[in-house]
C-alpha cells in the first residue's frame, strides 16, 4: 500500500540523513554537543598515542579515554559558552 504523506510532512525541512531537522532553539545545545564530540576526539586521539603509542589494545583505549572526556566536556561545554560568548563579545566588534 502506498504512503500516505501530509501536506504538513512534506515541507519539514531535513538533514543529510533524512532526519527532520529541530526548531533553532536547540541550536545552543546541538553546537556544544557537535563541538565537544570533534573536540574530545581529537585531543583524546592525541593523548592517548603520545602516551601508550599505536599498537595492540590502542583503538579500545583510546575510546575509553574519549567516551570519558566527552562526558566531561559537554557539560562543561553548555556551563561555559555563555561565559565565552560574553568574553568574545568584550573583545570583538558587533558591526
Do not use: E
Not at 556544544?32 to 598515542?49: A, D, G, K, Y
Not at 579500545?60 to 560574553?86: H, I, M, N
Request: proline letters at 11%.
Amino acid at each position: 500500500m502506498p504512503r500516505m504523506t501530509s501536506p504538513q510532512t512534506d515541507s519539514i525541512p531535513r538533514n543529510p540523513l533524512g532526519i527532520a531537522k529541530l526548531p533553532m532553539r536547540y541550536a545552543a545545545v546541538v553546537m556544544p554537543f557537535f563541538l565537544s564530540i570533534i573536540m574530545t576526539c581529537v585531543v583524546s586521539l592525541i593523548s592517548t598515542l603520545r602516551s601508550a603509542g599505536f599498537g595492540p589494545g590502542f583503538f579500545p583505549l583510546w575510546l575509553g579515554s574519549w567516551v570519558l572526556s566527552w562526558a566531561v566536556a559537554f557539560p562543561t561545554l553548555l556551563l561555559v559558552l555563555p561565559l565565552v560568548r560574553r568574553a568574545t563579545a568584550a573583545f570583538v566588534r558587533s558591526d
